[in-house]
Structure formats: C-alpha cells, structure tokens
T-cell receptor, first 109, second 121 residues
Framework: DAKTTQPPSMDCAEGRAANLPCNHS???????VYWYRQIHSQGPQYIIH???NNETNEMASLIITEDRKSSTLILPHATLRDTAVYYC??????????FGDGTTLTVKP | GAVVSQHPSWVICKSGTSVKIECRSL??????MFWYRQFPKQSLMLMAT?????????EQGVEKDKFLINHASLTLSTLTVTSAHPEDSSFYIC?????????????????FGPGTRLTVL
C-alpha cells in the first residue's frame, strides 16, 4: 500500500472550513484515497473516499489533484465535535487499510 | 453505513489469563475481518486479516499463537489474547468488510467497531 504524509496537527476555528492535506506521491493506478477519523477512545469512522474525481457527501468533500499525488479533505463548517485524528489511507478497493500517524484536528471556539 | 459491534467494550484481567474479544457485523455479511491494536497516543497497527472459514494472515511481528483469531461465520470473528501480560494492555479494534453478496453500501468497504480496551494487571 502507498505511504501517505499528513501534517501532525492543525487548528481550525469553529464554523470555518477545515482543509486537511495528504500527500500520496507513490499512489498506484488501482488505489483509492480513503479518509477516516478517530475521536478519542473510539473506533475509526469512515468519512469519504475517491479514485480520481472529486467527491462530496454529507460529511465532507474530497479534492484529488489531477496527478493523484495529493488530496485535501474539506470539512465545510467545522464544529467542536469534528475535533479528532484524521487518517488519509490509500489502498486498492479490496485491500487492507494501513494507518499512518494522521492529523490531529483541533476545532476551537 | 454498516454497523460493527465489539464485546466487551472494556475488560480487566489478571496476568496469565486469556481474554476473548468478539467482533460482529450486525447488518451485513463480512467475508473479511481485520484486527488492529492501538497503544496510547499511537496510530492503529494492523495485527491480522481473517477470511471466513480460513486461517488468519498475521502481520510481521504478531505472534499467531498468542493472538488466536477465529472467523467461523460471516458475521462473527473472535480474537483471543492467550496468557495475557501487562504489555498486552491496549485498545483492540476490529474492522469488517463486506463481500460480493453484501449490499452495495458495504461491499469492499471497511467498517470499524468501537474498540475494546484491555487492561492486564
């Protein structure tokens, strides 16, 4: 599975958009970009995934660069409950998820 | 999304005893289940992958005789920590993935359980 690089931490003001970057320069053609988050002492929660097109769901938007070497997860209106560790994972559709260190997002009032 | 449960949510045991953790997919059939371990302030580490009816595949460095995994049905996998010691204290998380017979919402997606906190005294 391709390795990902994420900033260790980010802050965001409540109500503002949170933009979380992820670099995956060694991604293969059959690998998807997945985003999960983990709130303290809970299991990871699926957020969104994509292959090459931008994706949006009720939780977030995923922007993947044309060369697929990086992506950005956007939480459009961050709330205090979005404070969590966010993991970017690249894997084949039926592959296993290997977690890196993720980004600790802190949403501040 | 699909629901995965774990039981118990926490357990405290004495050193030398064995502990069994259950992972169930509640509304879909999980052809593959994954077991992860997470130490405080660290990321999730994949321990093993199990397919229904087959022996589990363990990641490098994980003792298969210590961490027994059984995936006897499409909705249940168990992890047994044998002869537990204080260094086995950790947060254990399972994940289930639906197969081709599962609804599209769970097909090939990984859904995670809430985790089990194991403390070995």
């Amino acid at each position: 599975d391709a390795k990902t690089t994420q900033p260790p931490s980010m802050d965001c003001a409540e109500g503002r958009a949170a933009n979380l970057p992820c670099n995956h320069s060694t991604i293969s053609g059959n690998e998807y970009v997945y985003w999960y988050r983990q709130i303290h002492s809970q299991g990871p929660q699926y957020i969104i995934h994509g292959l090459k097109n931008n994706e949006t769901n009720e939780m977030a938007s995923l922007i993947i660069t044309e060369d697929r070497k990086s992506s950005t997860l956007i939480l459009p209106h961050a709330t205090l409950r979005d404070t969590a560790v966010y993991y970017c994972i690249v894997r084949p559709n039926a592959g296993k998820s290997t977690f890196g260190d993720g980004t600790t997002l802190t949403v501040k009032p | 999304g699909a629901v995965v449960s774990q039981h118990p949510s926490w357990v405290i045991c004495k050193s030398g005893t064995s502990v069994k953790i259950e992972c169930r997919s509640l509304d879909f059939q999980a052809t593959t289940m994954f077991w992860y371990r997470q130490f405080p302030k660290q990321s999730l580490m994949l321990m093993a992958t199990s397919n229904e009816g087959s022996k589990a595949t363990y990641e490098q460095g994980v003792e298969k005789d210590k961490f027994l995994i059984n995936h006897a049905s499409l909705t249940l996998s168990t992890l047994t920590v044998t002869s537990a010691h204080p260094e086995d204290s950790s947060f254990y998380i399972c994940s289930a993935r639906g197969g081709t017979s599962s609804p599209k919402s769970s097909y090939n997606e990984q859904f995670f359980g809430p985790g089990t906190r194991l403390t070995v005294l």
